[in-house]
């Protein structure tokens, strides 16, 4: 199985004026391309910290950090922004949609960004949105949604690009029991067709969705576990 994602000795050190915050410390994780792993812990745990540094969103501070082979240890801003648009997709707790665009023009945004063509950028993200069950809503403002809507649009915006890595952080987070649990079944259906999830949350009852448990705390990988089939959907309420 092809490693997606290795993680040597990781640490990251924050300076807040003359005092340093340690918020990894020796991290190894190895993600094996199609995993679906859940990444928990409590707030402050250091997860945040990880997908930030898996998603190329963050830098390291010690270590060696590989995605899909290649050392990004080394990369510049303009570098790190190009794995992130052809390798990972985002899905956020608040959806990090665009107000005053519609739903159809917000999918269609990463494609841009990738110098796709106007015409290949708006088929792709029709395509995604039909995947969500959203063509109905095409011209739609995201403020015009609920938030399960509007949540499925961002897990359309995550796809378009054809990723082979989906970071959900918290992505039931803001949602009803009903609709996070429809979130968690897409997720599963994405690892199904080949996607690799990576699931950051603080609720083991979300993580037991993954078919991996990690569990990060004070900035350390505490216990990682595997399981042979997705756990019962199951979202606790905050």
Not at 145 to 171: C, F, H, Y
Not at 201 to 222: C, L, P, Q, S, W
């Amino acid at each position: 199985m092809n490693k997606v994602i290795i993680m040597k000795s990781v640490s990251k050190v924050y300076a807040t004026g003359k005092n340093t915050y340690r918020a990894l410390n020796g991290v190894n994780l190895e993600i094996d391309t199609g995993e679906f792993v859940a990444i928990v812990g409590p707030s402050g745990a250091g997860k945040s910290t990880i997908m930030n540094i898996i998603g190329c969103l963050d830098t390291l501070s010690e270590g060696e950090y590989y995605l899909d082979g290649t050392s990004i240890g080394n990369m510049n801003d303009n570098q790190l922004a190009d794995i992130r648009n052809r390798k990972i997709g985002f899905i956020f707790q608040n959806y990090n949609l665009i107000n005053k665009l519609n739903i159809l023009e917000n999918v269609e945004l990463p494609l841009i960004y990738m110098g796709v063509s106007p015409k290949e950028a708006r088929e792709r993200a029709i395509e995604a949105l039909k995947k969500l069950g959203l063509e109905g809503h095409l011209k739609h403002k995201p403020t015009e949604l609920s938030g399960g809507q509007m949540q499925r649009v961002a897990i359309a915006r995550a796809i378009v690009t054809k990723p082979e890595i989906i970071l959900a952080d918290e992505p039931t987070g803001a949602l009803d029991t009903k609709t996070g649990e429809e979130v968690l079944n897409i997720l599963k259906q994405l690892n199904k067709e080949g996607n690799t999830i990576i699931l950051i949350t603080h609720d083991m009852n979300i993580a037991k969705n993954a078919k991996r448990i990690v569990t990060v705390r004070d900035g350390e990988i505490v216990s990682d576990s595997k399981f042979e089939k997705y756990e019962e959907v199951g979202v606790c309420e905050a």
